[in-house]
């Protein structure tokens, strides 16, 4: 089977693997550019994301484009996904079931993407993809290799409106961000591609 963005986009659309669609409005797919260095991964879409079909429209959204602002960086340049690409009902954390039922739409995101650097915001993104026992109050901005893809992780934009004081350390590790994207890219990241419209 050939793996296309529109491919999993549908598969995600009609997807009923987990208890999670009978109670969601939509699935929430990845969006952004699908050349991008940068990878973010988030946990699961809220209430606001339910309802319009995008990540990060909410108030966690408004933290997350402060932070890619203070560093240089916009949507457009990157993508962003979930763990779930359905939201549990209270916001409450996602099972492991349903992680396991979604995490194939990740891998073929990331199949796809060939992000050279991923971002995990937040711990149950963190203890899903870098490692089961990450601790993000210690270990947020440390990096990890796989293949040739850097990986790291840091709060999620929900802890920050909960606990505006982790606000600067998450400034700092998306300013470390772009810096290991300098790096590792260097004369400059891949040219700017769709930003989403083609799917
Ligand atoms: N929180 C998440 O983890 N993902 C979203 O898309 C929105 C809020």
């Not at 408004?62 to 979930?82: A, P, V």
Request: charged share 25%; proline share 8%.
């Amino acid at each position: 089977m050939e793996i296309t963005w529109n491919g999993i986009e549908s598969h995600i659309a009609g997807c009923a693997q987990c208890p999670l669609s009978q109670t969601r409005q939509q699935p929430v797919m990845g969006r952004g550019n699908h050349r991008a260095d940068i990878m973010l991964i988030a946990e699961a879409p809220g209430a606001q994301e339910d309802q319009q079909g995008v990540p990060f429209v909410g108030r966690s959204g408004e933290i997350l484009d402060s932070l890619l602002q203070e560093c240089g960086l916009t949507r457009e340049e990157i993508y962003i996904t979930n763990i779930l690409k359905c939201h549990p009902p209270g916001n409450r954390d996602p099972r492991e079931e349903e992680k396991e039922a979604c995490f194939p739409y990740l891998k073929y995101e990331t199949f796809l993407l060939k992000p050279k650097i991923i971002v995990c915001l937040g711990r149950v993104a963190a203890q899903r993809i870098i490692s089961p026992d990450f601790k993000i109050t210690r270990q947020h901005g440390l990096w990890t290799c796989r293949k040739d893809c850097a990986l790291t992780a840091t709060y999620h934009p929900s802890a920050i409106l909960r606990d505006p004081s982790k606000y600067e350390s998450a400034k700092k590790d998306f300013c470390e961000i772009v810096k290991k994207r300098d790096e590792f890219i260097p004369g400059g990241h891949k040219p700017g591609g769709p930003t989403g419209a083609d799917f």
